[in-house]
């Protein structure tokens, strides 16, 4: 006899607000799932001394319930109509995501991470919560890790997490105890699943959703269509240098072809306080010191394949738009893309044009807005996304055009303090990340009690020796370093003749213009930078009209709250009077960010200057 259809229940389960709808942007990961792609993210934590396999499980199980979707799958809409949702799993075992498993034989460096590269390549099992763990016993022969120490290795869906989501899930499965030990563990909560809704309520549900909000779409674009617009003529008023295919072509590379399904990596461990100090020495970020080492290592890799391409290669730099309020665990990023300066041969230069390109890459982030990034991928129909993906994937659509970037390279900090696990202290740390067709390479630094890890995954088509780029990377960054010392020594370290800048009369005649005309920088007050495009690199000026007395000096200033750009030959055109300002403005070869007051300003004292 056929099971009678209960409309209430059916409605019931549409209305209730429990069963939460995954959004676009953790749907993204979803799309790219294919046979040589699965789109998790895992870590490999080694714990020091002999733990348990036991209390680890015992431990697992008494934090489940700090964890929801541990214990949640994913449920279509039937015919894709929408995306996914995140229902109780009825059927859930830990057994079947707890994997013990023994390294073998020779029990060093090289097996585990061999063994770590085959498990991380399997795919996980979308019918089932997303994660998996293995808990890997015997490693006896690994310098500076004790006799008979752990490796875990935990596996997650990227539906579920991004990189700082998943450094808070750390802190729920570890502790920053060192006595965990001896404490009382509280006992595993039941686990009482609500039943799956009926496929008619999912319908239902979607349904809802958009009579709820039928402007959903319309307004997303209109908000980003305001932001471009924006961004657009920002272009014409300010610095910002527009990522164009057509002025910054992304080279094809190595990095961009079809991928294989057997991953690889490799890592190195570098000292934060050691690339802190670069950063202190240098300025910029700690992002810009990993971005210049790791670009470092990529053009010796590709001068030794004889693959190095005359333009830079381009990094996509994913970057958190999440707010210090934010507690949901999903994903809420939005992505740069830096030009990694692999053209230039000397560290000193490549870092200070990396730095640049982060400064001006912040400024297009901040146009474009991050409330407005992260709603973008929610307007995208799931159905018509996922076609899209895997026909990109089937019909090789990355071999028609040129890759949007090279490589993606991602920076998350990790905790500052030791973690332990049921009293054994957590040696190291590393992350391990997905790739595509179309994008072979990336490079995850992490940071974890005053070590920087930074790992590289790829598949055996795309760089078999992952192993030795991570010595490159180690020697990268020791290269950068003695740099930066000699320089601090007064060494000169660059081999090339630099070109002169032909503008350095105009800022004499600047400051001397300034110094009998005091009243001026009362007028004009403001600090301000000019960046001259000397073609092979760029000069910075600071304008400092914040005292009595002007100070004009040689000096980049990474975070300017006027900022002006301008070529070399440009500015000593306008200098001699061969080009006028307005022809400059018009035709966009001075570009001025800030606020509207400040560039007026600016412009008022230039031209006061150039009428003198």
């Given at each position: 006899m056929a099971k009678k259809i209960d409309l209430k229940d059916i409605v019931q389960d549409a209305f209730d607000s429990s069963i939460q709808q995954i959004s676009g942007s953790d749907a993204a990961f979803l799309y790219a799932e294919s046979p040589t792609s699965p789109m998790h993210v895992a870590t490999l934590n080694i714990v020091e001394g002999s733990l348990k396999f036991e209390d680890f499980k015992d431990i697992v199980a008494s934090k489940l319930h700090l964890i929801p979707k541990f214990r949640q799958r994913l449920l279509n809409v039937p015919m894709n109509l929408d995306y996914p949702y995140w229902v109780d799993d009825p059927n859930f075992d830990i057994d079947l995501h707890l994997n013990r498993i023994k390294l073998p034989d020779p029990?060093?460096?090289?097996?585990?991470?061999?063994?770590?590269?085959?498990?991380?390549?399997?795919?996980?099992?979308?019918?089932?919560?997303?994660?998996?763990?293995?808990?890997?016993?015997?490693?006896?022969?690994?310098?500076?890790?004790?006799?008979?120490?752990?490796?875990?290795?935990?596996?997650?869906?990227?539906?579920?997490?991004?990189?700082?989501?998943?450094?808070?899930?750390?802190?729920?499965?570890?502790?920053?105890?060192?006595?965990?030990?001896?404490?009382?563990?509280?006992?595993?909560?039941?686990?009482?699943?609500?039943?799956?809704?009926?496929?008619?309520?999912?319908?239902?549900?979607?349904?809802?959703?958009?009579?709820?909000?039928?402007?959903?779409?319309?307004?997303?674009?209109?908000?980003?269509?305001?932001?471009?617009?924006?961004?657009?003529?920002?272009?014409?008023?300010?610095?910002?240098?527009?990522?164009?295919?057509?002025?910054?072509?992304?080279?094809?590379?190595?990095?961009?072809?079809?991928?294989?399904?057997?991953?690889?990596?490799?890592?190195?461990?570098?000292?934060?306080?050691?690339?802190?100090?670069?950063?202190?020495?240098?300025?910029?970020?700690?992002?810009?010191?990993?971005?210049?080492?790791?670009?470092?290592?990529?053009?010796?890799?590709?001068?030794?394949?004889?693959?190095?391409?005359?333009?830079?290669?381009?990094?996509?730099?994913?970057?958190?738009?999440?707010?210090?309020?934010?507690?949901?665990?999903?994903?809420?990023?939005?992505?740069?893309?830096?030009?990694?300066?692999?053209?230039?041969?000397?560290?000193?230069?490549?870092?200070?044009?990396?730095?640049?390109?982060?400064?001006?890459?912040?400024?297009?982030?901040?146009?474009?807005?991050?409330?407005?990034?992260?709603?973008?991928?929610?307007?995208?129909?799931?159905?018509?996304?996922?076609?899209?993906?895997?026909?990109?994937?089937?019909?090789?659509?990355?071999?028609?055009?040129?890759?949007?970037?090279?490589?993606?390279?991602?920076?998350?900090?990790?905790?500052?303090?030791?973690?332990?696990?049921?009293?054994?202290?957590?040696?190291?740390?590393?992350?391990?990340?997905?790739?595509?067709?179309?994008?072979?390479?990336?490079?995850?630094?992490?940071?974890?009690?005053?070590?920087?890890?930074?790992?590289?995954?790829?598949?055996?088509?795309?760089?078999?020796?992952a192993d030795v780029f991570s010595r490159y990377i180690r020697e990268s960054a020791n290269e950068l370093e003695e740099h930066i010392t000699n320089l601090g020594k007064g060494k000169s370290t660059s081999k090339t003749k630099q070109v002169k800048s032909k503008s350095a009369p105009f800022f004499t005649a600047l400051k001397k213009y300034l110094k009998e005309n005091p009243k001026f920088v009362k007028a004009y007050k403001g600090l301000y930078q000019i960046q001259l495009d000397l073609g092979d690199r760029t000069d910075g000026w600071e304008l400092n009209l914040t005292k009595p007395v002007a100070v004009i000096k040689k000096k980049k200033n990474l975070a300017p709250k006027v900022l002006i750009e301008i070529e070399d030959e440009n500015l000593f055109a306008l200098y001699k009077g061969k080009l006028l300002l307005e022809e400059l403005k018009i035709q966009g070869r001075i570009k001025i960010t800030g606020t509207a007051a400040s560039k007026t300003k600016f412009m008022k004292l230039l031209t006061a200057f150039l009428e003198r």
């Open positions: 029990s060093n460096w090289k097996t585990l991470r061999d063994l770590t590269s085959t498990l991380f390549s399997a795919p996980l099992d979308l019918r089932r919560p997303l994660w998996s763990v293995h808990f890997i016993e015997g490693i006896d022969e690994i310098a500076q890790v004790p006799k008979g120490s752990v490796a875990i290795i935990t596996k997650i869906h990227h539906v579920m997490i991004d990189g700082t989501s998943g450094v808070g899930l750390l802190g729920v499965l570890y502790d920053s105890d060192e006595n965990g030990k001896q404490k009382k563990r509280s006992k595993p909560k039941a686990y009482n699943p609500e039943p799956l809704p009926d496929e008619l309520s999912l319908l239902l549900k979607s349904g809802y959703a958009f009579f709820k909000n039928p402007f959903k779409v319309p307004k997303t674009v209109a908000e980003t269509a305001y932001s471009f617009i924006k961004s657009r003529a920002a272009k014409k008023l300010s610095i910002q240098k527009e990522f164009s295919a057509t002025k910054f072509p992304v080279p094809i590379t190595i990095f961009n072809g079809s991928i294989s399904a057997k991953r690889t990596w490799g890592t190195a461990i570098l000292s934060f306080d050691r690339i802190n100090a670069l950063r202190k020495t240098m300025g910029g970020s700690i992002n810009d010191v990993i971005l210049a080492i790791c670009a470092g290592a990529m053009r010796r890799y590709l001068i030794e394949k004889e693959k190095l391409p005359l333009h830079p290669l381009v990094a996509n730099v994913p970057i958190s738009i999440r707010t210090e309020n934010s507690t949901k665990m999903n994903n809420q990023i939005a992505n740069m893309m830096i030009q990694l300066a692999t053209h230039i041969e000397d560290p000193l230069e490549r870092l200070e044009y990396i730095q640049e390109q982060t400064m001006l890459g912040k400024s297009r982030h901040n146009t474009m807005g991050a409330k407005t990034l992260a709603k973008m991928a929610d307007v995208v129909p799931f159905g018509l996304a996922n076609l899209a993906a895997g026909l990109y994937s089937k019909y090789n659509i990355k071999d028609l055009h040129r890759p949007p970037f090279n490589v993606t390279i991602t920076n998350v900090p990790g905790p500052r303090g030791l973690l332990y696990l049921n009293g054994h202290k957590v040696v190291s740390i590393f992350g391990l990340t997905p790739v595509v067709d179309g994008f072979g390479l990336i490079i995850a630094a992490f940071s974890y009690n005053g070590q920087v890890s930074i790992t590289t995954t790829s598949d055996s088509k795309t760089m078999p020796d």
